[in-house]
């Protein structure tokens, strides 16, 4: 059975940051590209960042340049670096494959506010 399970959320000021984890289990997670994807109220699930087996990276124009995707094959995690983080930011992210996902797990609740 294939879990993602991601963390590291929470609260934080405008301008602050965040580091979240996912941990994934139940896949050859080192072959597959992998994303963050995020969901806020009212609006469509959309792509953040993602990330190829290779270590490629690529990111949406929103986030470009504050916030860092990054994978441990190793550790079967997933990371993402958030910094000087928005009121926009403000979301559930989820992690999962690019294409073809699996069933999505929890997310994490991501709060910027003052």
């Known amino acids: 059975q294939v879990q993602l399970v991601e963390s590291g959320g929470g609260v934080v000021q405008p301008g602050g940051s965040l580091r979240l984890s996912c941990a994934a289990s139940g896949i050859f997670f080192s072959r597959y590209d992998m994303a963050w994807y995020r969901q806020a109220p009212g609006k469509q699930r959309e792509l953040v960042a993602s990330?190829?087996?290779?270590?490629?990276?690529s990111y949406a124009d929103s986030v470009k340049g504050r916030f860092t995707i990054s994978r441990a094959n190793a550790k079967s995690t997933l990371y993402l670096e958030m910094n000087m983080l928005k009121p926009d930011d403000t979301a559930l992210y989820y992690c999962?494959?690019?294409?073809?996902?699996?069933?999505w797990g929890q997310g994490t609740q991501v709060t910027v506010s003052s």
């Open positions: 990330i190829t087996s290779g270590g490629s990276t």
């Open positions: 999962n494959r690019r294409t073809t996902t699996y069933a």
